[in-house]
């Protein structure tokens, strides 16, 4: 086979870094100062394919109890592609695979008994219907589906109006939204709270790893505050991915919940990004941990204009 991998390291972080920024489908999810925050929860396994001493392909990757997975300190992973990249998908499966099998024993000290890899959302990319395809085709099994929303911005979307029925009677009046990196407000006031209430969870990123994070992606993560005078009323922390907006955390004040003021949010957040030219919003899944679909934020985001689709995660066992 022509094709080459090897494990990263961190002497050719910036061949990474500068992959990434030219690949097919790529975000600043996989540049190294955005996986390493947290670098010491993962044993770091990522790989580099070459073709010709070329790079074209790079997948972020940990092992834990001898499981390969496509790396879970992110919301996604799988092969992030040049376009050279793009025409050898199935000669790059059948070396993953036998990486796997025979060579990562010998790299790593690990016999990997199985490898699980999270695709990112058929909609974010073509590219990622045919990765799907491939991994079928080569004996993977789905082992998870999310039910995933989004919304195409280069496309007529429709609000229900019962979202929109706060323009009409006054309910949205005197609203403010902020726009701005400064998130402690949010985090302290409204997220954290709400999530320690309502679900007695909390934020995957602390405050201080979301400022951080902000810090090196100031283009990428950024945070809608909604006020009435001074009370913050809700907010969204988007991640910009290119052409795509995320959707990353959401909360509302228990005044906000009143008013729909997460609605609000979203709905003018759409409008601004539609007119900025991006393609697609992503509302994320509406799964509770066991799997089962919240219907109420379900019915929640198609009432603003999104449509479901299944976000699959793979896995093979050797």
């Known amino acids: 086979m022509d094709i080459k991998v090897q494990k990263y390291h961190p ?14 489908a790529g975000t600043f999810l996989f540049h190294r100062d955005f996986m390493d925050y947290h670098k010491e929860r993962f044993e770091d396994h990522s790989l580099m394919f070459y073709k010709e001493n070329q790079l074209i392909c790079c ?3 940990h092992i834990k109890s001898q499981v390969f997975y496509s790396h879970r300190g992110l919301s996604y992973g799988g092969w992030i592609l040049s376009e050279i990249g793009t025409e050898n998908m199935h000669l790059l499966m059948e070396v993953f695979l036998e990486y796997i099998k025979d060579a990562i024993f010998s790299v790593s000290g690990s016999l990997i008994v199985k490898a699980e890899v999270q695709l990112p959302p058929l909609s974010y990319h073509k590219l990622h219907q045919e990765m799907a395809h491939i991994f079928k085709e080569k004996g993977f099994r789905v082992n998870r589906i999310l039910d995933n929303l989004f919304v195409k911005l280069d496309q007529k979307y429709r609000v229900s109006s019962k979202k929109t029925r706060g323009y009409r009677n006054g309910k949205f009046a005197g609203l403010k939204i902020e726009r701005s990196n400064d998130f402690k407000r949010f985090w302290e006031q409204v997220l954290v709270p709400q999530l320690r209430a309502r679900y007695a969870s909390q934020p995957v990123h602390s405050l201080d790893e979301i400022e951080l994070l902000a810090s090196k992606f100031p283009e990428n ?6 006020y009435r005078e001074d009370q913050l009323l809700a907010g969204i922390t988007f991640f910009i991915k290119n052409d795509i907006v995320k959707s990353q ?6 005044l906000g919940l009143k008013i729909n003021a997460v609605g609000y949010l979203y709905m003018e957040a759409m409008k601004e990004f539609q007119e900025k030219g991006f393609l697609l919003m992503d509302y994320g899944s509406v799964n509770e941990p066991d799997g089962s679909v919240n219907k109420g934020l379900l019915r929640f985001k198609k009432e603003l204009g999104c449509e479901k689709e299944e976000w699959k995660r793979w896995e093979i066992e050797f």
């Open 221 to 226: 993560i950024v945070q809608h505050n909604l």
């Open 11 to 24: 002497s050719i972080e910036t061949e990474w870094n500068q992959f990434i920024k030219t690949s097919v």
């Open 59 to 61: 997948m972020p990757a």
């Open 249 to 254: 955390y959401t909360a509302s004040s228990s």
